[in-house]
């Protein structure tokens, strides 16, 4: 079982480029998430999306934004990256019911 | 609004040594409340959880009850393994309720266990 797979694991950015982080899962999961993971920050969540064609900001939503065009998917992007989102993210998803999160192994994003 | 609170990191013990990781939280209702564990270079995955209070949740010999009288979650463990070294965070969530489009989570604590 695959269960929650984020591409690409690594990556190396300049300051103004953009990019975007792909989540796919293969659970039938109702929400999805993003996060980003700073050293002495814990986890905070970017943006979420309870559903096929919705999406909603978290605590840190600027200078991100996501899609879930598919059910399965749901994509994070960063139109014009900037040092301060050099970070590790993470995408997860669970159902409705049990309110268990299923994680990805993370993405490490470094912005030069 | 809701919050977790666990014990500050990091924190080194020797194998076999007893373990106790703090988390208290704050919330409405009645929230689940979760342990999760990271190893190093992986993401998170559930270690125990407790849906309702007085449950005890456990997995890999790690122990934590659901006490609603003192809002806590703590994280025990009777003899801890050098394989035990990640960080775990404390988590609540409400299924289904108010506020179930998220978990919040505490800033973890980083465990590393020496032979």
């Known amino acids: 079982n695959a269960g929650v797979t984020q591409t690409p694991k690594f990556r190396v950015l300049k300051t103004g480029q953009s990019m975007t982080l792909l989540c796919a899962q293969d659970m039938n999961h109702e929400y999805m998430y993003w996060y980003r993971q700073d050293p002495g920050m814990g986890l905070r969540l970017i943006h979420y999306s309870v559903g096929e064609g919705t999406t909603a900001k978290g605590e840190v939503p600027d200078g991100y934004n996501v899609s879930r065009l598919k059910k399965q998917n749901f994509l994070l992007g960063l139109e014009s990256a900037a040092p301060s989102q050099t970070s590790v993210y993470f995408c997860?998803?669970?159902?409705?019911?049990?309110?268990?999160?299923?994680f990805g192994e993370g993405s490490r994003l470094t912005v030069l | 609004g809701d919050s977790v609170t666990q014990m500050e990191g990091p924190v080194t013990l020797s194998e076999e040594a007893f373990l106790t990781i703090n988390c208290t939280y704050t919330?409405?209702?009645?929230?689940?409340l979760f342990w999760y564990v990271q190893y190093p270079g992986e993401g998170l995955q559930l270690l125990l959880k407790a849906t309702k209070a007085d449950d005890k949740g456990s997995n890999k010999g790690f122990e934590a009850t659901y006490r609603k009288e003192t809002t806590s979650f703590h994280l025990e463990k009777g003899s801890v393994q050098v394989s035990d070294s990640a960080v775990y965070f404390c988590a609540l969530t409400h299924p289904g309720g108010a506020g179930a489009n998220n978990l919040f989570f505490g800033t973890g604590t980083r465990l590393t266990v020496i032979p």
């Open positions: 919330a409405t209702g009645y929230p689940s």
């Open positions: 997860a998803s669970r159902t409705s019911v049990t309110g268990e999160l299923f």
